[in-house]
């Protein structure tokens, strides 16, 4: 979404709301499964413009450790400070006017025009996280069989030192032939 700036730059409004559903750009290893729900406030109080928005965003993806599906709805909050450029003059303050200017924190109005689609896909490669786990305690998968640990497979119980495997099946058979018996 392009917002039109005019009106608060000319101060006929003092804020324009912002309600709009924006198409994600595909990330490796990450479902987006519906759009983002962007929601926000444009203010300008007294020439300090802010942008402010909560982002709302669908995502199927799995388990950095044991790959089972994970999906559900990853939401963020973002800031900017609105920069006004002129189309015939720099932007009043650039990365080289101070030693602690943060690109991240401004957004720059173009021709009286600001780019709010550009503003939250950027924020969304920030703030997305990179891996997400089914349960913060996941175990992951069984070194055994593969099988996620949540899911139980009976491998790690049966677990047994090689030196006492042999005694195992030693065990083992004598159960059987005890079952056979039984018979
Ligand atoms: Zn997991
Ligand atoms: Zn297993």
């Known amino acids: 979404m392009i917002i039109d700036m005019g ?11 912002i309600d709009f559903w924006l198409t994600p750009e595909p990330t490796d290893g990450v479902e987006f ?6 929601i926000g406030l444009i203010t300008n109080n007294a020439g300090y413009m802010r942008l ?43 990365p080289d006017d101070g030693e602690d200017f943060d690109e991240l924190e401004y957004a720059i109005i173009k021709n009286g025009r600001l780019d709010v689609d550009r503003e939250v896909l950027e924020s969304i490669i920030l703030e997305f996280p990179l891996r997400f786990l089914c349960s913060e305690d996941c175990e992951g998968l069984c070194q055994v069989c593969g099988t996620p640990k949540r899911q139980g497979c009976g491998c790690s ?6 030196r006492l495997a042999v005694l195992a099946r030693l065990l083992e058979e004598d159960e059987d032939q005890k079952d056979d018996g039984g018979r």
Do not use: M, W
Not at 157 to 162: F, G, L
């Open 7 to 17: 009106p608060l730059l000319r101060g006929e409004v003092d804020s324009i709301s």
């Open 33 to 38: 499964t519906s759009d983002a729900h962007v």
């Open 52 to 94: 402010s928005l909560k982002v709302e965003l669908p995502y199927r993806t799995e388990c950095a450790r044991c790959l089972v599906e994970v999906s559900g709805l990853h939401r963020f909050d973002f800031e900017r400070t609105l920069i006004e450029q002129k189309a015939d003059e720099g932007c009043d303050k650039s």
């Open 157 to 162: 119980n049966k677990y047994i030192d090689p």
